[in-house]
Each structure stands twice: as structure tokens, then as C-alpha cells.
């Protein structure tokens, strides 16, 4: 009697901590600019050290004439399987760069096959927020603005480099996914931005926003917080891309975020011009604008959950506002895993 209660208890620790190890198994992909296949090992490791499994039947290169990881056609059919793949819960990219919006086509061709796979969340940013759009827009899964595997604090501090979004780790990333998050510090631009606002998180790089304007692939949400950020654009470049903007038809976000354009090594001049082209901006709008330079491409990329509820607050006393989001996915406590399992 009491050997069979002892088994079975053991039977139960191990499916538990199976179910534990599952549940945080990350399937790599890249589907942009090619990646240095040398870096795979540290980033296999450095997830392992964060209590995660690594998969990485995804990564298939095989650098094409453009620079990407390999043709627009091969990238796609290999994305769209892993989309399409009901094992994989968490995908994760290895970087950006160029080429996602390529892949759009292809993406929408197999949009029914998409809607019935099982949901997972996606995590990158830069040239990954073409992917974002069409899977938070089209499909109405939730991603995570983030930290792509191959730069980030874990990745760094194991090579003992420095580098875009080397304050953030991979952690952080994924308590963000399972706790939520909360960010004082965001800094309110003009009068409507004051009263606070809520709304569905949505968007990133600006460039690659741009590029869907005046297509059939742009699409807008009712209440839409927008994010954007970007790099390597000049602050006059800037200028012009927000007068679009203020001119666009149809454009009515419930707000907007304006995250870190700047270079990585920007001086305080560089750093006080963009903010200036930013205000000027929101002196000329209703929109509600916030400006929250730690996402993006500067040492801090804080994670933003995409097709996700936000809501930003404002105090009357206080200079900043507070962004605040929920969990996507919340993480739940060993009681809950064992009545989970006493009910099955």
C-alpha cells in the first residue's frame, strides 16, 4: 500500500515537472536578415540557464542574394509551419533586420490554416513587426514587442560584449508574458495625453509600418494604442515620417507611444533633438502622445505585449504617467497544477 502511494506520487512529481518543461519550450526561428550560426550554441545556452528548453528545427539558413536567411519563398513555407505547428507555444526570433514584409503574400495565403492552429506568442522586434501585424491584426493572436535571441543581456554577459538591449534579459521577457507589467516614467506630451487612456497595444517599427501604409495589408484597430520606434533614421527623416502621419486619413489611435529612436551612442544633444521633432509632433495633434524611450533599439528593450490590454494612468500630482498590462499567459501556482491534476 505504501509502496503503490509512493510511486504514484512520483509518477505525479514527473509529470508535473514535464508539463513545467513543456509549457517553457522555446522553438527558435528567423525569417529576416541572416543571423551568425556561431551564436546558436550561447543562445541555446543562455535560454537553458533561464530554466527554458530550446528547439531549433525552425532554423533553416541558407543566405539568399539579398542578404536574408534565405529565399522570400523558403522563409515563408518555413514560418508558416511553424505557425502552423501545434507544439510550438513559444516562438522566439533570433533577430530582425530586413526582408519580413516580403513574406506577407505567402502569410495571407495560408491565413485559414493559421486561424486553426493552436495560439502561440511570438517574441521580436524591429524588422519582426510585420510578422506582429499580421498575426496580432489577421490571425488575433497576442506577440510580445521584445528582445530577439541574439542580443540581449543573457547573450552579452556570456560573451562579455555590449550591445543593443543589453539591460534586458530573456527573463524578463518572459515574466513579462506570465506576470504582466507595469512602467512608471512614461512621460506625457501634450494636454489629452494627461487625462490617461486604455486600449489594445499595438504596432513597433515605424519604418515597417510605413511600409504597409496604402496597401491591402493595412489595417487599423478601433482602439489602438500604437507603438513606435525605430533606428537609423535621422532626426529630420523623423520629421518628415510624423508630418505622414499628421496627414494620414483615417488615422485615430486612442494614443500613441513613441519609444527610442536615437542611436545606441547618442550624446545629450542627439538625444534632446529627437525628443524635440517628438513633441513638436504632439503639440500638433489630439492624439494623446507619451514618450517612454526603453523600447526599441537602445540598451533597454523592455517587452510590450502586443494585441494585449493597456492602460496608462496619470496621476494629477505626478509628472509621469504608469503603463500597465495584465499577464498574457499567467504562470500558475503549484496548488493550481495539483487540483488541475486531481481533476483530470
Not at 57 to 78: K, M, P
Not at 164 to 179: P, S, V, Y
Not at 208 to 220: H, I
Request: proline share 4%.
Amino acid at each position: 500500500m505504501t509502496k503503490g502511494i509512493f510511486m504514484a506520487a512520483c509518477c505525479l512529481c514527473l509529470s508535473l515537472h514535464a508539463g513545467t518543461i513543456m509549457a517553457k519550450t522555446v522553438h527558435l526561428i528567423s525569417s529576416s536578415s541572416e543571423y551568425d550560426e556561431h551564436n546558436i550554441p550561447d543562445i541555446v545556452t543562455a535560454f537553458k540557464r533561464q530554466g527554458f528548453q530550446v528547439n531549433r528545427q525552425y532554423l533553416d539558413q541558407q543566405v539568399s542574394d539579398f542578404g536574408y536567411v534565405n529565399t522570400d519563398r523558403a522563409r515563408a513555407e518555413n514560418l508558416v509551419k511553424a505557425l502552423t505547428d501545434d507544439d510550438v507555444e513559444y516562438l522566439w526570433f533570433v533577430r530582425g533586420g530586413s526582408g519580413a514584409l516580403n513574406l506577407l503574400p505567402h502569410l495571407f495565403a495560408n491565413l485559414t490554416n493559421i486561424h486553426g492552429a493552436r495560439e502561440k506568442i511570438l517574441v521580436g522586434f524591429s524588422d519582426v513587426t510585420a510578422i506582429h501585424d499580421f498575426i496580432n491584426k489577421h490571425v488575433g493572436w497576442r506577440s510580445v514587442h521584445g528582445i530577439v535571441a541574439a542580443n540581449n543581456k543573457d547573450i552579452y554577459q556570456r560573451q562579455g560584449e555590449k550591445g543593443i538591449n543589453m539591460n534586458t534579459g530573456l527573463r524578463q521577457t518572459f515574466d513579462a508574458i506570465t506576470h504582466g507589467v507595469s512602467y512608471p516614467g512614461i512621460l506625457p506630451l501634450n494636454t489629452p495625453a494627461r487625462a490617461g487612456v486604455s486600449g489594445v497595444l499595438m504596432g513597433g517599427n515605424l519604418t515597417l509600418l510605413q511600409s504597409l501604409f496604402s496597401t491591402r495589408y493595412e489595417k487599423y484597430l478601433r482602439d489602438e494604442i500604437l507603438l513606435l520606434e525605430d533606428t537609423g533614421v535621422t532626426y529630420k527623416q523623423l520629421d518628415r515620417a510624423l508630418h505622414q502621419l499628421q496627414y494620414k486619413k483615417d488615422f485615430t489611435p486612442n494614443a500613441i507611444i513613441f519609444g527610442q529612436f536615437y542611436p545606441l551612442s547618442a550624446s545629450d544633444e542627439e538625444r534632446l533633438i529627437f525628443k524635440s521633432v517628438i513633441r513638436d509632433f504632439a503639440d500638433a495633434t489630439p492624439i494623446p502622445v507619451y514618450y517612454y524611450p526603453y523600447f526599441g533599439h537602445g540598451a533597454t528593450n523592455n517587452p510590450m505585449l502586443l494585441k494585449h490590454q493597456a492602460v496608462i494612468t496619470c496621476p494629477a500630482e505626478q509628472e509621469y504617467c504608469t503603463l500597465r498590462q495584465p499577464a498574457i499567459r499567467p504562470e500558475p501556482k503549484r496548488g493550481q497544477q495539483r487540483n488541475a491534476r486531481a481533476v483530470e
